[in-house]
Nanobody
Framework: QVQLVESGGGSVQPGGSLRLSCAVSDRLISRYCMAWYRQAPGKERERVTT???????TYADSVKGRFTISLDNARNSAYLQMNSLKPEDSAIYYC???????????WGQGTQVTVSS
């Protein structure tokens, strides 16, 4: 069983930045497609971004140019750098891993991100 633990959430003003981290218990993080999802109250869960073992990334249109996903294989971690945050980015953010991008098998517990003035 692979465990994922997110950290780095919090409250920030519009236009601010946050960096989320996801620690993965499997040392061979490169075997997975890593992803970040988010879910706001009353809304469906949304896939925000993915990165595969080759480093290829995808982003939701709503975050393109503002968010960046990255991996640190030596630290068994994935990251989500979020810049120019907007109130509509407020949600619980989940880290996920799967053998295929778009199919998440393992999930973290989530971390809250609140963007408000």
């Amino acid at each position: 069983q692979v465990q994922l633990v997110e950290s780095g959430g919090g409250s920030v003003q519009p236009g601010g930045s946050l960096r989320l981290s996801c620690a993965v218990s499997d040392r061979l993080i490169s075997r997975y497609c890593m992803a970040w999802y988010r879910q706001a109250p009353g809304k469906e869960r949304e896939r925000v971004t993915t990165i595969n073992k080759y480093g290829a990334t995808t982003y939701a249109d709503s975050v393109k140019g503002r968010f960046t996903i990255s991996l640190d294989n030596a630290r068994n971690s994935a990251y989500l750098q979020m810049n120019s945050l907007k109130p509509e980015d407020s949600a619980i953010y989940y880290c996920a891993a799967g053998s295929v991008c778009g199919v998440a098998t393992y999930w973290g517990q989530g971390t809250q991100v609140t963007v408000s003035s």
